[in-house]
């Protein structure tokens, strides 16, 4: 089915360790983007991509990395793991400015 | 900047009422409007959208009007289902940049009891 599909589904990590999340979309969607969700915050915009080769931060990206070497992949890092980092992650990716975002399942991450 | 306030929840209905799930947003220029709908354990899906004033944005029942004379964009459903219970989070696309960032409200939880 097409979409935008996230792995793992949960993580719990140990502080210090490092880790990537996985995120792949199988509609060309040029446009992609990190948020991570937390109680009471809503969802904040960690990096983002408009395209192959190309990314920027978002409002929260300290302690993350990103990369986008195809259209289809956008993995992102935890460089080293804090428990303040403990959220949802979701990935999603569009087309053009004004269709809507295709999201994935989540990742649901814990940092102990 | 560009922001998007919800009413707080969380909404408790019964099943058959009529839902009203308020949106005002602050943009300087012509944003596209959205609502999307999370179920538990899941991620967002977008339930409707609009992209110019006094446009109408509707599926599975729900609807929505641009209105740029108040910046709102309020979620109406006039016959609400169990099924509906779910987190409403009402969104922008502001249209400046190239990458034109989405900015989306706190979110609103719905519960419909039978």
């Known amino acids: 089915n097409a979409g935008v599909t996230q792995t793992p589904k949960f993580q719990v990590l140990k502080t210090g360790q490092s880790m990537t999340l996985q995120c792949a979309q199988d509609?060309?969607?040029?446009?992609m983007s990190w948020y991570r969700q937390d109680p009471g915050m809503g969802l904040r915009l960690i990096h983002y991509?408009?395209?192959?080769?190309?990314?920027d931060q978002g409002e929260v990206p300290n302690g993350y990395n990103v990369s986008r070497s195809t259209t289809e992949d956008f993995p992102l890092r935890l460089l080293s793991a804090a428990p303040s980092q403990t959220s949802v992650y979701f990935c999603?990716?569009?087309?053009?400015?004004?269709?809507?975002?295709?999201f994935g399942s989540g990742t649901r991450l814990t940092v102990v | 900047g560009d922001s998007v306030t919800q009413m707080e929840g969380p909404v408790t209905l019964s099943e058959e009422a009529f839902l009203t799930i308020n949106c005002t947003y602050t943009?300087?220029?012509?944003?596209?409007l959205f609502w999307y709908v999370q179920y538990p354990g899941e991620g967002l899906q977008l339930l409707l959208k609009?992209?110019?004033?006094?446009d109408k944005g509707s599926n599975k029942g729900f609807e929505a009007t641009y209105r740029k004379e108040t910046t709102s964009f309020h979620l109406e459903k006039g016959s609400v289902q169990v099924s509906d219970s779910a987190v409403y989070f009402c969104?922008?696309?502001?249209?400046?940049?190239?990458?034109?960032?989405?900015?989306f409200g706190p979110g609103t939880s719905l519960s419909v009891i039978p």
């Open positions: 999603a990716s569009r087309d053009t400015v004004d269709y809507g975002y295709t």
């Open positions: 509609m060309n969607h040029e446009y």
């Open positions: 991509s408009v395209g192959a080769g190309i990314t």
């Open positions: 943009a300087t220029g012509y944003p596209s």
């Open positions: 609009a992209t110019k004033a006094d």
């Open positions: 969104a922008l696309s502001d249209g400046k940049t190239s990458y034109d960032k989405v900015i």
